[in-house]
């Protein structure tokens, strides 16, 4: 019975060995990261969704959005929450381009010590006004993922061909996105290509498809309009009888709604600019929020 007993034990323990052995023989040869959780900060959400997709299928990533769905990065007040989350990050990406800009002041205030990587990079500005919109223009989008996946393979090298793996599948999704953006809005004619919307968050979209896009306030959702401005934009919606009219799903809809009413007009539809839509809604990522704004503002120009 102890024989037996003492040859079950030495059988387990050479079965163990062999996986350890098997085990130490299938992992990477410098296993820098193993166990230790990358943990990375998107400040909002679109760069989360890039985040998310260029990882995919590696646990050891964390990644959290500073700026939630539906909620405005050009005036988000980060909370002790986000502050804290950040103070353990390892990264963070961010838009720049003085976009999100309270969440650049956290990371002076929150005592980050990890690495800020703009995703903006490489990217041709708009020449006349400091606008940071430049996702809009998808091929601004595939700058942004090539910037995220470099960043990733930098801090993470292990993993680098799941890193360009990933990153070229994404790339080849939104090279098709802009194709396919492009055929879309070619059906309508260019004089009819005209939308009022309600803050000036759309110009590289429309330099990049040729669209004109009209707005009362500026580049960002916290500027006031004058009442010339407003003034001036209900003449020329009467003037070239545009019926094009849309409210965002941030910035406050007060304004374009007093214009609708007063050129007669009715409203949209709702775009979505700075930030996605929470899971159930029509613009959870990257690609269904551009489907969904091109969908929405061509059956509204065609009508
Ligand atoms: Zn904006």
Redesign the pocket.
Known sequence: MFIRKSFLFIGLFIALGLIFALHTYNSPPHPAREGKPLKVVASFTILKDFCEKITKGLPHIKIWAIVPPEA???SYQPTPLDSKILSKADVIFINGLN?EKNVEKMIQSSGFGGKVYKVTGGVKTRPDLSD??TWHDVQNAILYVKNIRDAFIKEDPDHRSIYQENGGDLIQILEQLDLWVKKTVQKVPLEKRVVVTT???FWYFGKAYDIQFLSPVG???EAEASAKDVATLIDFIRDHNIKAIFVEN??SPRLIEQIARETGRSLKGTLY??SLSASGGPAPHYASMIKHNVQTICKALIE
């Open positions: 405005d990065p050009h976009f940071p919109h803050h000036d968050a580049i960002t959702t941030l910035a600019a700075d």
